[in-house]
């Protein structure tokens, strides 16, 4: 379970991005495996649903290591009907466990 | 010094900097580039480089530690103390934040106290040359106990602020101060 806000991002404006959804576990998440992530990733993505009224889809894309105990583990956003692209999120997590996960939206596409 | 490294948590020593332009590579004509120093101040202040080369007054050797999780030990900074150019401007009693800017719109905040650090400086030279534009010419800040997401390249703009906001990388998540030996990375 996560709580989730969703704030604007004037620091992003140059990268084109509008708005920043940010979530936290509401209880301790282990990570097991890129699936079990999906799920989460697919969680915070359902919030970002209702800011669009469309539904997402949405693929692992790559991890890197923060540090020697961060893992960011990063996924991109695309609209389901045409699969134009919408964003990234990022879920990081420290000695593997979910510490956040922070998606950000194209301003161009809201 | 006992001679053993002493390297912040979850930091790996590496020969030589990995160069970040998350936003390209900007431009820069040094004739018509100056730095501002605005915000909750009696006085705003703009500097042109010759300004600051004349100002310059600090050097020290200090290691450099990317958040990412690699230093690059042994550098030679040189510039003007950042606690120097604040005072210049008279900040308000308010300030608590420093929020700054780069040619190439990149952003970042700083808390005050580590601002007024006396090794924070506005750095000009690295390693008894000035800066490379890869690494920020003509001024860059460095704050040795801070992650180099605060040290921003092609400073434009000075900005003290009694309230927070997030620059680029805390906007991502990443941490207010981000002290490298409190291994303060994420904000939460």
């Known amino acids: 379970m996560l709580r989730c806000h969703l704030k604007d991002s004037h620091a992003l404006k140059p990268k084109g991005i509008g708005n920043v959804l940010e979530c936290l576990p509401l209880a301790t998440i282990r990570v097991e495996d890129l699936t ?17 009224g469309e539904a997402l889809t949405y693929s692992f894309s790559e991890n890197e290591p923060i540090g020697t105990d ?32 922070i998606c950000t939206i194209s301003s161009s596409q809201r | 010094m006992d001679g053993s490294r002493h390297v912040p948590p979850g930091q790996k020593i590496i020969p030589n900097f990995i ?6 590579q900007p431009n820069i004509d040094v004739q018509s580039w100056t730095l501002k120093v605005k915000g909750e ?65 990149y952003t970042t905040i700083i808390p005050i106290e580590d601002a007024l650090h006396e090794k924070a400086i506005l750095a000009l ?32 703009e000075i900005t003290l602020l009694s309230y927070y906001k997030d620059g680029y990388w805390e906007a991502l998540g990443y941490h207010e101060r981000g002290n490298v030996w409190n291994e303060e990375r994420f904000k939460w």
């Open chain 1, 36 to 52: 079990q992530l999906s799920s989460i990733i697919g969680e915070a993505v359902h919030h970002v649903e209702g800011f669009w």
């Open chain 2, 125 to 156: 030279k690295i390693n008894g040359k000035p800066l490379t534009l890869e690494q920020g010419f003509p001024a860059r800040i460095f704050i040795p106990h801070l992650y180099g997401w605060k040290s921003a390249k092609w400073v434009s």
């Open chain 2, 19 to 24: 160069i970040y332009r998350i936003l390209g």
């Open chain 2, 41 to 105: 101040v009696e006085r705003e202040m703009t500097y042109t480089y010759e300004d600051l080369l004349k100002l310059a007054d600090v050097s020290y050797v200090e290691d450099f530690h990317c958040v990412t999780g690699w230093s690059v030990e042994n550098v030679r900074w040189e510039g003007v103390s950042l606690r120097k150019l604040i005072e210049a401007s008279k900040p308000r009693d308010t300030v608590k934040w420093v929020y700054v800017l780069s040619v190439d719109n």
């Open chain 1, 70 to 101: 961060y893992i960011i583990y990063t996924y991109r956003v695309f609209r389901s009907s045409d699969k134009s692209y919408l964003g990234s999120c990022r879920v990081v997590t420290h000695k593997n466990f979910v510490k956040s996960v």
